[in-house]
């Protein structure tokens, strides 16, 4: 059967670009027991990914040039030599970006549509609710009346975040890169105030003036100048989960600015970079409790959906310059 | 009674200087019910006091212009008007920097000599020593077999988290500032090795070498180049307790260094800032396992012993042109 992929061409130095994709037609091998042939519905795109488009040491290995990236994916089963699965079901993995692929059965995982949107288990309910989770109530350890910043507020994390630090009692400030995001944050997702960095004209005061008892937990998606800004109000002993640093991602020499240590260390203040990954035995208490909240309402989620497979990679690019709210996705 | 105080004269910008300080010769009230009147026997000096110099906020209010410096103080009892102390006790606390002072009783410990030299209870059994413990034991979690960088090794806090990490199985790498500081971390304190970064021509790659299997845990002293150098190797799932950042407190606007952040985040890494007098609930169990180790020879410690009172400002900026090994002290 014939399939189409697309493979890292060639890893970038910098901004990703168009070319360092390639789109190739393949032959998918026959079934063999215990596999199941799979359509993808929806492919995430992530930031993360980028750090995978580099060869260098980090939390997951680095994606082969030449070879399919790999990434979250809702898929349709087709045929089934697995005892798991029947045509029908409909899965989720971490998997090849191909229209159709050959997959293991222990890759999948099946899904209940009777709990959100098949979408919403690469959203709320996959890796970015589970980031947002173990970051914001693990790492962030969240106290009724702490006043929390969130920045890439307007992201597939971010607005989980808000919402995870409204219902523990937090006031919260999202920073987010247009108008029509910070009205969303604050009509659509009950966050307490919202801050355009874009307009701004001082960060750091505009911060000052929200946050007038000190940021107990900063939430940082972004990294860079928003963070400066933020953590020049930082309250002692607060919390930083380091969850991305898209500001940096493609930088290919390691940026300079103000040296932050001496605040932190001032300021009794915890810095955690986390991979989500490493907090796996966290998951089934995050599914169950985001999926009350869900259901009562009390979280909801958003998406930007680009139409047809062959806009993934344009669509991760998106990413960098701040196309998407809430979740980025590809519906095939 | 006369007594002789050393008052902050003015606010320091960048590094202090003599003229910062004044001399004052006071007259000491009479003794009221519940005070005693001590004289100085030892008083410490501590990287963390140029901090108080300054205006801003940080954990420890700042000294006041014209008021006594306050720092850690061992002092003899000559007249008492309290029922927990009798003329000739010896006692410790953060007092004035006054020749003799009357003082109030709940200000002071009485202090065992026979577990330690009188000294050492501003060292190894006082602040320094109490920062090593909860800083590496508490914040670093060490495990048997991690590799551990300190910086900053040959100082008071230095050589006593490097003789901790040998105690608990770890391989350590100090890191000072000259051959005889080298010498003594790994022929008297017991470091697997030592660097000299003022010789050393390339410290990211003598790090690296030195540390086959990356670095577990960053016990930071100074801050600055030293520690991007050391972050460079820093390991996955690496604790990075912040404990001092002395190649920074004589900044007066913040210097600017490479963003950490990402390497944080990629490799999981925890920064903690912390400030040992948010710890006290630990100081039991840290005296009594220090004690322990320093009757069975397991932890030795060091003293840079200045002679006369008159010094102390001399001796306060000796710390940042590294003039001490160990603990730097006067004695009056």
Same mark, same amino acid.
């Given at each position: 059967?014939?399939?189409?992929?697309?493979?890292?061409?060639?890893?970038?130095? =910098?901004?990703?670009?168009?070319?360092?994709?390639?789109?190739?037609?393949?032959?998918?091998?026959?079934?063999?027991?215990?596999?199941?042939?799979?359509?993808?519905?929806?492919?995430?795109?992530?930031?993360?990914?980028?750090?995978?488009? /580099?060869?260098?040491?980090?939390?997951?290995?680095?994606?082969?040039?030449?070879?399919?990236?790999?990434?979250?994916?809702?898929?349709?089963?087709? #045929?089934?030599?697995?005892?798991?699965?029947?045509?029908?079901?409909?899965?989720?993995?971490?998997? /090849?970006?191909?229209?159709?692929?050959?997959?293991?059965?222990?890759?999948?995982?099946?899904?209940?549509?009777?709990?959100?949107?098949?979408?919403?288990?690469?959203?709320?309910?996959?890796?970015?609710?589970?980031?947002?989770? @173990?970051? &914001?109530?693990?790492?962030?350890?969240?106290?009724?009346?702490?006043?929390?910043?969130?920045?890439?507020?307007?992201?597939?994390?971010?607005?989980?975040? =808000?919402?995870?630090?409204?219902?523990?009692?937090?006031?919260?400030?999202?920073?987010?890169?247009?108008? #029509?995001?910070?009205?969303?944050?604050?009509? #659509?997702?009950?966050?307490?105030?919202?801050?355009?960095?874009?307009?701004?004209?001082?960060?750091?005061?505009?911060?000052?003036?929200?946050?007038?008892?000190?940021?107990?937990?900063? &939430?940082?998606?972004?990294?860079?100048?928003?963070?400066?800004?933020?953590? /020049?109000?930082?309250?002692?002993?607060?919390?930083?989960?380091?969850?991305? !640093?898209?500001?940096?991602?493609?930088?290919?020499?390691?940026?300079?600015?103000?040296?932050?240590?001496?605040?932190?260390?001032?300021?009794? @203040?915890?810095? !955690?970079?986390?991979?989500?990954? /490493?907090?796996?035995?966290?998951?089934?208490?995050?599914?169950?409790?985001?999926?009350?909240?869900?259901?009562?309402?009390?979280?909801?989620?958003? #998406?930007?959906?680009?139409?047809?497979?062959?806009?993934?990679?344009?669509?991760?690019?998106?990413?960098?310059?701040?196309?998407?709210? =809430?979740?980025?996705?590809?519906?095939?």
């Amino acid at each position: 059967m014939v399939s189409t992929q697309i493979v890292l061409a060639n890893r970038p130095k =910098g901004m990703p670009v168009l070319t360092d994709f390639r789109f190739e037609d393949i032959e998918l091998p026959v079934l063999s027991d215990g596999e199941v042939l799979v359509e993808g519905v929806y492919y995430s795109v992530d930031p993360y990914m980028r750090g995978r488009m /580099n060869a260098a040491k980090s939390y997951a290995p680095p994606f082969e040039v030449d070879k399919p990236i790999i990434g979250g994916v809702v898929a349709k089963v087709l #045929e089934s030599k697995s005892l798991d699965f029947v045509a029908g079901d409909l899965v989720t993995g971490r998997l /090849n970006w191909r229209k159709k692929d050959v997959v293991q059965e222990k890759l999948l995982k099946k899904i209940d549509a009777s709990i959100a949107p098949p979408s919403y288990y690469l959203g709320i309910l996959g890796m970015p609710g589970m980031t947002a989770y @173990v970051g &914001f109530i693990h790492i962030g350890k969240p106290k009724a009346g702490e006043t929390v910043v969130v920045s890439g507020a307007a992201g597939a994390v971010g607005v989980i975040v =808000g919402q995870l630090a409204k219902i523990k009692g937090c006031r919260v400030i999202g920073i987010a890169g247009s108008e #029509e995001k910070i009205r969303l944050l604050k009509e #659509e997702f009950g966050f307490d105030e919202a801050i355009n960095y874009k307009t701004c004209p001082d960060l750091k005061k505009a911060i000052a003036d929200l946050c007038p008892n000190g940021v107990d937990i900063y &939430f940082d998606n972004v990294g860079g100048e928003i963070s400066d800004a933020v953590i /020049n109000n930082i309250n002692f002993h607060a919390r930083i989960p380091l969850c991305g !640093q898209i500001a940096l991602y493609n930088s290919s020499v390691p940026p300079m600015g103000p040296r932050l240590q001496p605040m932190l260390l001032s300021r009794s @203040v915890l810095m !955690q970079g986390f991979i989500i990954f /490493n907090y796996e035995s966290l998951f089934p208490e995050a599914i169950k409790e985001m999926s009350q909240w869900i259901k009562a309402g009390k979280l909801k989620f958003t #998406e930007t959906v680009i139409q047809g497979f062959e806009h993934l990679p344009i669509a991760l690019l998106g990413l960098f310059s701040g196309e998407n709210t =809430g979740k980025m996705l590809v519906k095939a």
